[in-house]
């Protein structure tokens, strides 16, 4: 008790967020692989805990039972080529399987059963407001609730194989590491939120927005490093956001600093999100000498911030080192140089004791020639950020509607094209008023559209294949889920003073309160029209498209007619972003409670034994594939 009195508010509700983010997500998924390019992290998670080498696949994932690689790997030679930043943090996970052994499904029912006393015990003892419910203590409440759900699933129970040589537990261990990092996105995004907006229930709104209109929650139920990727990035955008209100060297050294962490995991965007903040925070700090606010002895000490980027790519170096022989060649580009037929310096085969021999051998740089390390690094930058692919028609697929059929930018964030439309009108409106669009979050509001370019930037390369390839566009145009975030944020300071934002605390509770009903309601639905669910052919996307164009016309239409009219929010103002969110989430989740069965692989069923029988009794029925 003494430990959470000296706990502030804000931390509670920290982690009152990771709880229930670990809770719902735990809940609705099942750990299994979505895509085969999660072969590649399982298998460097089962060569890290076994202590193998992590270069070349040893044949637990991707390969036939008779050891000939799949063709995923053939096309590769056998080549592990991600970042094992993944595969590391994954590892606790792993060693938490090894400790439970044959039990840890039931390991992890139990913790899960506990979440809803915790979250009652927690904001019972922070919020003494919330701790009853009609006179019942929310304690009571919390503990009868997990007791239930722990007994109800015990009734149904069995073990994941954990004994066996093929048992999935790499899978198990990095989708649950996943569930992990999204929970904590969603403190991260908190934080960020309390910086940016007036009070605790804006910043838990705007928190809500971004589980529910991005893919994070869909990515935080697969072996994909995306989330992974989101988060670092969140922690970026945290620590700049400090910045630009304090001005404190530490800030900015911890935001280059996980920059670098960022080019570790996905050099791409890491690479172009370092040159596009890079060039803003020295203009910045030179906007600031400009105006004699400081001096220019202390504006190269502010730069320096600049050089902590090295120390926290060393992972990356590392990794490349370890992979390709050079520090400075990514595993990525130089699996597309060998393909390409350039020349290397230096190979060495795989000794034949590590694979089987029907698995294909592969070759990999190992060279300390200065010229060629400069003309890698060279080839790397050129590659991730001067190499520019556009085409109008790509441009608005991934915007709108992707040629693939699934979901483009706008109709995953709709709150962005919301933000978008109504912009010149708010600028106009705040312009009469003699106010800023951006009220006093101007530097942080172009902070973000610099970022959210800095992800346009890192795949401008491949925007054709992302509008027309189905692995590059599936279910959302996933290389552009890191832009999820600084887009709901950017939007929201542009909306937050428009009749649709103008009750934070109804907002919450209409949000919470219709999901409960609707989330259900839309997800029946949608498998009564379409009874055939295939993600090649996207029949359920229709109906979101549909739901999610409708809606965003309403909220523009309603925020012109009450900003027109001056007209104060009331009940019908506080309706519209309640509706997108829950719809956008509705989609996330169907996705989630409808793949895993049905798509995934080389996985295991639901986590949740309870969620397993209701898919199967209720669910399974009704649909094809």
């Given at each position: 008790?003494r430990?959470?009195?000296?706990?502030?508010?804000?931390?509670?509700?920290?982690?009152?967020?990771?709880?229930?983010?670990?809770?719902?997500?735990?809940?609705?998924?099942?750990?299994?692989?979505?895509?085969?390019?999660?072969?590649?992290?399982?298998?460097?998670?089962?060569?890290?805990?076994?202590?193998?080498?992590?270069?070349?696949?040893?044949?637990?994932?991707?390969?036939?039972?008779?050891?000939?690689?799949?063709?995923?790997?053939?096309?590769l030679?056998?080549?592990?080529?991600?970042?094992?930043?993944?595969?590391?943090?994954?590892?606790?996970?792993?060693?938490?399987?090894?400790?439970?052994?044959?039990?840890?499904?039931?390991?992890?029912?139990?913790?899960?059963?506990?979440?809803?006393?915790?979250?009652?015990?927690?904001?019972?003892?922070?919020?003494?407001?919330?701790?009853?419910?009609?006179?019942?203590?929310?304690?009571?409440?919390?503990?009868?609730?997990?007791?239930?759900?722990?007994?109800l699933?015990?009734?149904?129970?069995?073990?994941?194989?954990?004994?066996?040589?093929?048992?999935?537990?790499?899978?198990?261990?990095?989708?649950?590491?996943?569930?992990?990092?999204?929970?904590?996105?969603?403190?991260?995004?908190?934080?960020?939120?309390?910086?940016?907006?007036?009070?605790?229930?804006?910043?838990?709104?705007?928190?809500?927005?971004?589980?529910?209109?991005?893919?994070?929650?869909?990515?935080?139920?697969?072996?994909?490093?995306?989330?992974?990727?989101?988060?670092?990035?969140?922690?970026?955008?945290?620590?700049?956001?400090?910045?630009?209100?304090?001005?404190?060297?530490?800030?900015?050294?911890?935001g280059?600093?996980?920059?670098?962490?960022?080019?570790?995991?996905?050099?791409?965007?890491?690479f172009?999100?370092?040159?596009?903040?890079?060039?803003?925070?020295?203009?910045v700090?030179?906007?600031?000498?400009?105006?004699?606010?400081?001096?220019?002895?202390h504006?190269?000490?502010?730069?320096?911030?600049?050089?902590?980027?090295?120390?926290?790519?060393?992972?990356?170096?590392?990794?490349?080192?370890?992979?390709?022989?050079?520090?400075?060649?990514?595993?990525?580009?130089?699996?597309?140089?060998?393909?390409?037929?350039?020349?290397?310096?230096?190979?060495?085969?795989?000794?034949?004791?590590?694979?089987?021999?029907?698995?294909?051998?592969s070759?990999?740089?190992?060279?300390?020639?200065?010229?060629?390390?400069?003309?890698?690094?060279?080839?790397?930058?050129?590659?991730?950020?001067?190499?520019?692919?556009?085409?109008?028609?790509?441009?608005?697929?991934i915007?709108?509607?992707?040629?693939?059929?699934?979901?483009?930018?706008?109709?995953?964030?709709?709150?962005?094209?919301?933000?978008?439309?109504?912009?010149?009108?708010?600028?106009?409106?705040?312009?009469?008023?003699?106010?800023?669009?951006?009220?006093n979050?101007?530097?942080?509001?172009?902070?973000?559209?610099?970022?959210?370019?800095?992800?346009?930037?890192?795949?401008?390369?491949?925007?054709?294949?992302?509008?027309?390839?189905?692995?590059?566009?599936?279910?959302?145009?996933?290389?552009?889920?890191?832009?999820?975030?600084?887009?709901?944020?950017?939007?929201?300071?542009?909306?937050?003073?428009?009749?649709?934002?103008?009750?934070?605390?109804?907002?919450?509770?209409?949000?919470?309160?219709?999901?409960?009903?609707?989330?259900?309601?839309?997800?029946?639905?949608?498998?009564?029209?379409?009874?055939?669910?295939?993600?090649?052919?996207?029949?359920?996307?229709?109906?979101?498209?549909?739901?999610?164009?409708?809606?965003?016309?309403?909220?523009?239409?309603?925020?012109?007619?009450?900003?027109?009219?001056?007209?104060?929010?009331?009940?019908?103002?506080?309706?519209?972003?309640?509706?997108?969110l829950?719809?956008?989430?509705?989609?996330?989740?169907?996705?989630?409670?409808?793949?895993?069965?049905?798509?995934?692989?080389?996985?295991?069923?639901?986590?949740?034994?309870?969620?397993?029988?209701?898919?199967?009794?209720?669910?399974?029925?009704?649909?094809?594939v």
């Amino acid at each position: 008790m003494r430990f959470f009195s000296g706990l502030s508010q804000d931390t509670i509700i920290c982690i009152i967020l990771f709880l229930t983010g670990l809770f719902i997500i735990t809940a609705l998924s099942s750990p299994g692989l979505y895509l085969n390019d999660e072969w590649i992290p399982v298998n460097q998670v089962h060569q890290l805990d076994i202590g193998h080498q992590i270069t070349f696949n040893e044949g637990k994932y991707g390969v036939y039972k008779n050891g000939t690689p799949a063709p995923y790997f053939a096309e590769l030679n056998n080549l592990l080529k991600y970042s094992v930043a993944l595969p590391l943090i994954s590892l606790p996970s792993m060693k938490l399987i090894h400790f439970w052994g044959d039990n840890f499904r039931l390991a992890l029912v139990a913790a899960w059963a506990c979440i809803p006393f915790l979250i009652a015990f927690l904001v019972s003892h922070r919020f003494p407001e919330y701790a009853s419910l009609r006179s019942i203590r929310i304690t009571i409440l919390g503990a009868v609730a997990g007791i239930l759900l722990f007994m109800l699933n015990l009734f149904v129970y069995s073990p994941f194989v954990y004994s066996t040589p093929d048992a999935p537990v790499e899978v198990a261990a990095v989708c649950f590491t996943n569930h992990v990092l999204f929970a904590f996105l969603l403190t991260i995004t908190y934080l960020i939120g309390r910086r940016i907006f007036d009070g605790r229930l804006q910043a838990l709104f705007v928190t809500l927005t971004v589980a529910a209109c991005s893919s994070y929650f869909f990515w935080g139920t697969t072996g994909k490093d995306h989330i992974a990727s989101a988060v670092v990035f969140a922690i970026v955008l945290y620590f700049f956001i400090r910045y630009l209100q304090s001005y404190r060297y530490r800030d900015a050294a911890c935001g280059f600093l996980f920059i670098g962490v960022l080019v570790w995991l996905r050099p791409e965007a890491g690479f172009s999100v370092f040159l596009c903040t890079g060039i803003f925070f020295i203009a910045v700090i030179l906007f600031r000498v400009q105006q004699s606010k400081v001096s220019v002895k202390h504006a190269c000490s502010q730069i320096s911030a600049i050089l902590f980027t090295g120390l926290g790519a060393i992972p990356f170096f590392i990794n490349n080192l370890l992979i390709t022989g050079n520090p400075l060649m990514p595993v990525l580009l130089y699996h597309d140089k060998t393909i390409s037929g350039s020349t290397i310096i230096k190979t060495m085969e795989v000794p034949s004791t590590i694979i089987s021999s029907q698995v294909v051998t592969s070759n990999t740089i190992v060279t300390t020639n200065p010229l060629v390390v400069v003309g890698d690094l060279i080839t790397t930058v050129g590659q991730y950020i001067f190499t520019i692919n556009l085409n109008p028609e790509d441009i608005l697929g991934i915007l709108f509607f992707p040629a693939t059929g699934s979901s483009g930018v706008f109709l995953v964030c709709p709150v962005a094209l919301i933000a978008l439309v109504m912009a010149p009108v708010l600028f106009f409106w705040k312009r009469e008023d003699g106010t800023s669009i951006s009220g006093n979050n101007t530097r942080i509001t172009v902070f973000l559209l610099v970022a959210i370019f800095a992800i346009f930037l890192a795949y401008f390369r491949i925007f054709h294949d992302m509008n027309t390839n189905w692995a590059s566009g599936s279910p959302d145009i996933r290389y552009f889920s890191l832009m999820y975030l600084p887009l709901v944020l950017v939007s929201m300071i542009l909306l937050k003073k428009t009749a649709l934002l103008a009750h934070p605390k109804k907002l919450i509770v209409n949000t919470a309160g219709l999901s409960i009903i609707l989330v259900p309601l839309i997800i029946v639905t949608s498998i009564l029209v379409f009874s055939v669910f295939s993600t090649f052919t996207f029949n359920y996307y229709k109906l979101f498209h549909i739901l999610v164009s409708g809606e965003i016309i309403l909220s523009i239409v309603i925020v012109t007619y009450y900003h027109s009219l001056g007209r104060k929010a009331d009940w019908i103002s506080d309706l519209p972003l309640p509706l997108l969110l829950i719809t956008v989430f509705a989609w996330q989740v169907l996705l989630v409670f409808l793949m895993s069965p049905v798509i995934k692989f080389n996985g295991y069923s639901f986590w949740i034994p309870g969620t397993d029988v209701l898919y199967h009794f209720f669910i399974s029925s009704s649909i094809s594939v």
